[in-house]
Nanobody
Framework: QVLPVESGGGLAQPGGSLRLSCAAS????????MGWFRQAPGKERQFVAA????????HYVDSVRGRFTISRDNARNTVYLQMNDLNPEDTAVYYC????????????????WGHGIQVTVSS
């Protein structure tokens, strides 16, 4: 069973950076696409970024493109989200997603989810 676990969230100032990590269970490796979604208070869950099984293809929502970078280390069964130039609109609970579907510019769901981690951007 795939059990993604997020880490690295917390509080950042506007313009600051945070790096999220998501470690999946063993054998995930390069079997699945992986990604990140987020949900702000009172809003629906939103796709943020996705990465293909070998990391060659990446997709981002327009609001984070150029500021966020998704990457993965298949040897460690881990996906990362480097978040730079954060702004208050990035405040949300961020969820790691494994086997995002449909893989592309606008995934809507995934087969496996982490429990979520809070990211707060505030001065």
């Amino acid at each position: 069973q795939v059990l993604p676990v997020e880490s690295g969230g917390g509080l950042a100032q506007p313009g600051g950076s945070l790096r999220l990590s998501c470690a999946a269970s063993e054998r995930t490796g390069s079997r699945y696409s992986m990604g990140w979604f987020r949900q702000a208070p009172g809003k629906e869950r939103q796709f943020v970024a996705a990465i293909s099984t070998l990391g060659f293809t990446k997709h981002y929502v327009d609001s984070v493109r150029g500021r966020f970078t998704i990457s993965r280390d298949n040897a460690r069964n881990t996906v990362y989200l480097q978040m730079n130039d954060l702004n208050p609109e990035d405040t949300a609970v961020y969820y790691c997603a494994v086997n995002v579907q449909p893989f592309g510019a606008a995934p809507t769901t995934a087969d496996y989810w982490g429990h979520g981690i809070q990211v707060t951007v505030s001065s």
